[in-house]
């Protein structure tokens, strides 16, 4: 799968080129042609595919041996056992102080 934005901005480009071959939607839209043809966008796949992606390694579904370890965040017993833990790292670089979420 294309990760550079080149490479994705290419592959769009494609299917952009792509749904102009049906002649009856040759003068429509991008979007109007999606929508006609049942297709979505490359960034649209994309995140559904990361989602899917996350469903099977939180449902165990992925060998833990070759699967990414999310962490659960599990300070409540109220909330959803799915909800993934955010890490917080703080990094000093000369004057500067970032703080970055993940």
């Known amino acids: 799968m294309a990760n550079k934005k080149g ?3 290419a ?5 952009k080129r792509a749904t102009k071959l049906v002649i009856s939607l040759k003068k429509l839209p991008y979007k109007e042609r ?3 043809l049942f ?3 490359l960034k649209y796949r994309r995140l559904w595919g ?3 992606e996350v469903y099977k390694i939180l449902h165990d ?3 833990k041996r070759v699967a990414p ?3 659960r965040n599990v ?4 909330e959803n056992k799915y909800k993934l833990q955010t890490t917080v790292f703080i990094t000093t670089f000369e004057n500067f102080l970032l703080l970055h979420v993940v």
């Open 69 to 71: 370890e999310l962490r």
């Open 34 to 36: 999606l929508l006609q």
């Open 50 to 52: 990361d989602t899917i």
């Open 75 to 78: 300070s409540s017993t109220r």
């Open 61 to 63: 579904i992925y060998d």
């Open 39 to 41: 297709l979505h966008t």
């Open 7 to 9: 490479d994705i901005e």
């Open 11 to 15: 592959i769009e480009k494609v299917q």
